[in-house]
């Protein structure tokens, strides 16, 4: 079994910083892109950074230049440094990895169970 375990979420003023941790655990053979998404108050889940196993990133435009996405192949765990946080930026945030099974497997999206970040005053 595959599980994503987000953590890091929590109510910071606006210009304020967060991390993000999201574990990748369980019996798989290999993690392919990792990234981060959010769902704000009644909008729809929208990409926020992803990231290949080489490093390569991807932002949203709303976030570049604030927002930083990294990986730990080692720990299977990925980051999401959150910068100069606006309201704007509140949202639960969910762990996304594209993940192989075993070596028979195609790779298959796998989700975490979201964290909070609320950028308040």
């Known amino acids: 079994q595959v599980q994503l375990v987000e953590s890091g979420g929590g109510l910071v003023q606006p210009g304020g910083s967060l991390r993000l941790s999201c574990v990748v655990s369980?019996?798989?053979?290999?993690?392919?892109?990792t990234g981060w998404y959010r769902q704000g108050p009644g909008k729809e889940r929208e990409l926020v950074a992803t990231i290949t196993t080489g490093g390569t990133t991807n932002y949203a435009d709303s976030v570049k230049d604030r927002f930083t996405i990294s990986r730990d192949n080692a720990k299977n765990t990925v980051y999401l440094q959150m910068n100069s946080l606006k309201p704007e930026d509140t949202a639960v945030y969910y762990c996304?990895?594209?993940?192989?099974?075993?070596?028979?497997?195609?790779?298959?999206?796998?989700w975490g169970q979201g964290t909070q970040v609320t950028v308040s005053s």
């Open positions: 996304n990895a594209d993940i192989r099974r075993d070596s028979n497997s195609d790779y298959a999206f796998y």
């Open positions: 369980g019996t798989f053979f290999s993690v392919s892109t």
